[in-house]
């Protein structure tokens, strides 16, 4: 039992949902690449453009899901280390509210300002 346990049952009911989208997402793309195969034989394929706009979503989808679920391994990892909610960059405790908002956050408001801010 830690200060962080709601935090930590957060993060794992993310983890799970994460790794069921990343599921998902790899049997869709698989079916995608499928069908593009399928099609790689027709030059005036009407589906070909289509297909390929969806590929891109799709992957784009996938790697933003597969960074969240680095992240919030990351954040778990963090727990069992003892190292949660404290900056990354100055070593101060993360305020909790942040933390509740963004269980994956890395940096105290300052220094995620500070890190916005430069060019
Ligand atoms: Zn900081």
């Known amino acids: 039992m ?3 346990d709601d935090l930590e049952r957060m993060l794992h009911a993310r983890r799970t949902e994460l790794m069921l989208r990343r ?3 790899d049997q869709a793309v698989a079916g995608l690449g499928a069908l593009r195969d399928a099609n790689n034989d027709d030059e005036h394929d009407p589906d070909g453009a289509p297909v ?4 891109s979503r799709l992957t784009g989808i996938r790697h933003d899901t597969e960074s969240e679920l680095a992240a919030t391994d990351a954040a778990l990892d963090r727990i ?3 190292t ?5 960059s100055c070593g101060r405790p993360i305020a909790p509210a942040r933390l509740t908002a963004r269980p994956t956050a890395t940096l105290c408001i300052a220094c995620a300002e500070r890190a916005g801010r430069r060019p």
């Not at 949660?84 to 990354?88: D, E, I, L, P, R």
Request: a negative charge.
């Open 80 to 82: 069992s280390a003892g």
């Open 84 to 88: 949660f909610g404290v900056c990354a």
């Open 2 to 4: 830690t200060e962080f």
């Open 23 to 25: 599921g998902e997402l």
């Open 52 to 55: 390929s706009g969806e590929w």
